[in-house]
């Protein structure tokens, strides 16, 4: 693998939600490799657990947590602040992708999990975590959205629905804390090769293909490589910003 850009992370404290596979693995490991102490927060305890033997013990915290509720997120919350005192940096990457289906079959349960988890996660998250960002005046928060956010992709309404509200969030938050010290940027990556492939039928995965020019899907690495920059100090003249990795794919 080529050499890769790095960040200094040293002293800061960075929470990944869906930390314990895909994208937000891959970020958690680009963070520590810049010096960054990481809590992992993932539903998933066995996924969790395979992925800390890959982290130094003493740059990691791992916490099972359900961001879609409110008491897990503010306990997780209190916990990591209580391990690393603060936390800097906020990547909220846990998603499922939900079933691919016609919005009239789309089933109601089905639709209120997605939002539940892809957008109502990043809203309690952000709303827990932001306060003690305020006190320090510093932090640097980016949410993982999807090019589905922007375009709407077809049986997959929940997704691109919860997708296209993260960016939204994201604006919003980003504009409310423009003069804190605290930026918040979103990116919107097209299809990325990972675990949620499973939760796709192979029709769906063969129409995300084809719509991206490069002919291939983005790769953890790539993504996480965008949100390092994101995540550091060197990134301060960006909030409420929108940025896109989708091997051509957007052209706005």
């Known amino acids: 693998m080529a050499e890769h850009n790095h960040y200094d992370f040293s002293g800061r404290h960075a929470v990944v939600t869906g930390g314990a596979a895909g994208i937000g693995l891959a970020i958690a490991h680009r963070l520590t490799e810049g010096g960054a102490k990481v809590s992992l927060w993932d539903r998933n305890a066995a996924m969790l657990e395979e992925s800390a033997k890959y982290f130094d013990a003493n740059m990691l915290q791992s916490l099972v947590v359900d961001v879609s509720q409110e008491a897990s997120v ?3 919350t209190e916990a990591t602040i209580r391990t690393f005192g603060a936390i800097d940096v906020l990547v909220t990457s846990a998603g499922i992708t939900g079933p691919n289906t016609t919005v009239w079959e789309y089933p109601v349960s089905e639709w209120d999990q997605v939002m539940s988890i892809n957008l109502r996660g990043p809203f309690l998250c952000c709303r827990a975590i932001v306060p003690q960002m305020r006190e320090k005046g510093y932090g640097r928060i980016v949410n993982i959205a999807s090019i589905a956010g922007k375009e709407g992709n077809p049986n997959a309404s929940a997704y691109s629905a919860s997708k296209a509200g993260v960016i939204a969030l994201t604006k919003s938050l980003g504009k409310e804390l423009s003069q804190t010290g605290i930026n ?22 063969d ?10 899907f983005g790769t953890p690495q790539e993504i996480a490589a965008m949100v390092a920059w994101l995540c550091s100090e060197e990134c301060s003249f960006s909030t409420g910003a929108v940025f896109d990795i989708s091997g051509g794919r957007a052209s706005y």
Not at 184 to 198: I, Q
Not at 207 to 216: E, N, V
């Open 74 to 76: 503010a306990a997780a």
């Open 207 to 216: 129409f995300m293909l084809s719509k991206i020019p490069m002919g291939r």
């Open 184 to 205: 918040v940027n979103c990116v919107t990556p097209a299809a990325v090769r990972t675990g949620m492939f499973a939760q796709m039928t192979q029709q769906h995965i």
